[in-house]
Nanobody, 118 residues
Framework: QVQLVESGGGLVQPGGSLRLSCAAS???????????MGWYRQAPAKQRELVAV???????NYADSVKGRFTISRNNAKNTVYLQMNSLKFEDTAVYYC?????????WGQGTQVTVSS
């Protein structure tokens, strides 16, 4: 059973940075390497939205609202995906979820709260 565990969320001031991590357990290295990994977020009273995705081979993709500020990366040797968030804004406040898309199923993490506040 694949489990995704996010970490790295917290409280940060506007303009600050955070680095989120998502570790996939229960997945073989091959399964993780061939999967598309993504970060999504959900703010209060809003729908969950895509933040960034990193497929196994093709280019990364970002929501327009985070382009130039966020960077998604992956370490296949550690079954981990990261989201480096710089120049954070109030509107980045949300619960951030990690998603693993495989050829058989999708998996979600439990989420980590990111709060941008002065």
């Amino acid at each position: 059973q694949v489990q995704l565990v996010e970490s790295g969320g917290g409280l940060v001031q506007p303009g600050g940075s955070l680095r989120l991590s998502c570790a996939a357990s229960g997945a073989s290295g091959t399964l993780f390497r061939l999967s598309t990994m993504g970060w999504y977020r959900q703010a209060p009273a809003k729908q969950r939205e895509l933040v960034a995705v990193i497929p196994s081979r093709s280019n990364t993709n970002y929501a327009d609202s985070v382009k130039g500020r966020f960077t998604i990366s992956r370490n296949n040797a550690k079954n981990t995906v990261y989201l480096q968030m710089n120049s954070l804004k109030f509107e980045d406040t949300a619960v951030y979820y990690c998603k693993m898309t495989t050829f058989v199923d999708d998996y979600w993490g439990q989420g980590t709260q990111v709060t941008v506040s002065s």
